[in-house]
C-alpha cells in the first residue's frame, strides 16, 4: 500500500481551458428548460465559469489535505483517503460514495466525523475515515478489469479495511455507496458493527397499492414519476456504457453536462457551482467517466436490480425528502433497521446538501454500537 497525492499536470488543467473555449453549443430554443435535459443557458454559464473562473488547484489542496493511499486489489487499482481521528477510541468507518461522485462528496463530513472535538461535538463520536474512490471512479483510475458491481465492490472494501488494520468497523453510503455498505455488512457480519445509508432504492410501493397512507402513495408516485422521466441515464449506462464513455472522455461540456443535469434534478438544498465543478472535473482529469459508467452494467448482469440485500447488522436509513424515491420503511426487506430518520430537507447529495444533518444522523447511530 502506497502513499498517493493528487498531482493533476499544468498541460491537462490548460487542455481543458482550451477545449471549452471551443466547444461547438447546440440550438437551444428559448422555450426549453429541464424537463428536456440541461438547458442551454445553465451549461454555458458553468463552462465560463469552468474556463475562466474555477480554481482547480484550490480543491486539489483540500482534497490533499486528506493523507491517501494507493493499493491494489484484484488486479485494479484503488485509491482512498484515510483521515485517522485524534482520538483514540475512535471507531472506524467506510464512507462509500455513489455515481456522478468521488471523495469529493465528503469534503464538509469528514471533518465532524473525524475530529469532533474541534467541530462542537462529542470526541466519544468520533470515527477513523475511510473514503475509498469506488474501482474505475476518480483516482482510482479506469478499471482494468470488468466485474466490479456492488456485491464485488464490498468485497474489495473489506480487504482494504483489513490492510489500513481495522477489524471491527462501520459502513455508511448514498446512492451505489449505499448498495455498496449494505454489502459489506451482509459480507462481512462479523466485522461490521452496523450500517448507515441516506438512500434505500427498491422500497417503494406501487400508487395503486391498497392501504397506502398519503405519504405512502406521494413516495410510490414519485418513485413512478422518476422511472418513466428521470431514469434515461440508468436505461443507458446499464446496457451500452461503453458508446456513451467516447462523448464524455472527449468532450468537457459533454462531461459538464452530463454531471450539472444530476446535480439540479436531484439536490433540494444548493450545492455551489464550484463543487458541481469538481464533480465534473475529477472524471475529466481521471478519464474515469466511462468506467465510472460501467457500474450500472456490473450491477445487472450481476442480477441485481430488485434484488434485496439481506443485512443482519444494525441498519440506520436517513431519508432525505428530494432523494430520487424516498423510501417507505415498512417496504425495506432484509434489514435489521433499528434506526430510521425522516429529515426536514435535503435530496440526494447528502454530504454536500446537508452535512450536518448526515453528520449528526450517522454519530446518533453508531452511538449504542461502539
Avoid: C
Amino acid at each position: 500500500m502506497d502513499a498517493y497525492r493528487i498531482e493533476v499536470p499544468d498541460s491537462a488543467i490548460a487542455d481543458l481551458r482550451d477545449r471549452l473555449g471551443r466547444t461547438r453549443w447546440p440550438l437551444d430554443p428559448a422555450s426549453l428548460g429541464w424537463d428536456r435535459g440541461a438547458p442551454l443557458h445553465h451549461v454555458r454559464a458553468l463552462a465560463e465559469r469552468w474556463r475562466d473562473g474555477y480554481d482547480w488547484r484550490a480543491w486539489e489542496a483540500r482534497l490533499n489535505a486528506w493523507p491517501q493511499v494507493m493499493t491494489e486489489i484484484d488486479g485494479t487499482p484503488i485509491h482512498a483517503a484515510h483521515v485517522r481521528s485524534p482520538e483514540p477510541e475512535a471507531l472506524p468507518l467506510v464512507l462509500s460514495h455513489g455515481w456522478p461522485g468521488s471523495i469529493a462528496e465528503f469534503l464538509d463530513v469528514a471533518g465532524p466525523l473525524s475530529d469532533p472535538r474541534a467541530h462542537g461535538g462529542d470526541p466519544a463520536d468520533a470515527f477513523h475515515v475511510v473514503m475509498p474512490s469506488l474501482p474505475g471512479f476518480g483516482f482510482s483510475g479506469p478499471a482494468p478489469t470488468t466485474g466490479w458491481s456492488p456485491r464485488r465492490i464490498a468485497e474489495a472494501f473489506g480487504v482494504l479495511m483489513e490492510r489500513l488494520g481495522y477489524e471491527r468497523y462501520g459502513a455508511q453510503g448514498g446512492d451505489w455507496g449505499s448498495a455498496i455498505s449494505r454489502w459489506i455488512g451482509a459480507t462481512y457480519p462479523e466485522r461490521v458493527v452496523g450500517v448507515h445509508v441516506n438512500m434505500l432504492s427498491g422500497a417503494s410501493p406501487r400508487p395503486d397499492e391498497e392501504g397506502l397512507t398519503d405519504e405512502e402513495r406521494t413516495r410510490a408516485e414519485q418513485a413512478r414519476d422518476f422511472a418513466t422521466h428521470g431514469s434515461g441515464y440508468y436505461a443507458l449506462q446499464s446496457t451500452k456504457p461503453q458508446t456513451l464513455a467516447y462523448a464524455l472522455t472527449d468532450s468537457p461540456v459533454g462531461q459538464l453536462a452530463w454531471v450539472a443535469e444530476k446535480y439540479e434534478a436531484w439536490t433540494d438544498s444548493p450545492v455551489e457551482p464550484d463543487a458541481v465543478l469538481t464533480q465534473a472535473s475529477i472524471p475529466w482529469f481521471t478519464q474515469t467517466a466511462g468506467s465510472s459508467a460501467q457500474i450500472y452494467l456490473e450491477h445487472v448482469r450481476a442480477g441485481g436490480r430488485g434484488t434485496a440485500i439481506e443485512v443482519s447488522v444494525p441498519v440506520g436509513v436517513a431519508v432525505f425528502p428530494r432523494d430520487l424515491t424516498p423510501p417507505v420503511r415498512r417496504y425495506a426487506k432484509g434489514l435489521n433497521i433499528v434506526r430510521w430518520t425522516e429529515m426536514p430537507r435535503g435530496g440526494h447529495f447528502a454530504a454536500m446538501e446537508e452535512p450536518e444533518l448526515l453528520v449528526e444522523d450517522v454519530r446518533a447511530f453508531f452511538r449504542p454500537l461502539r
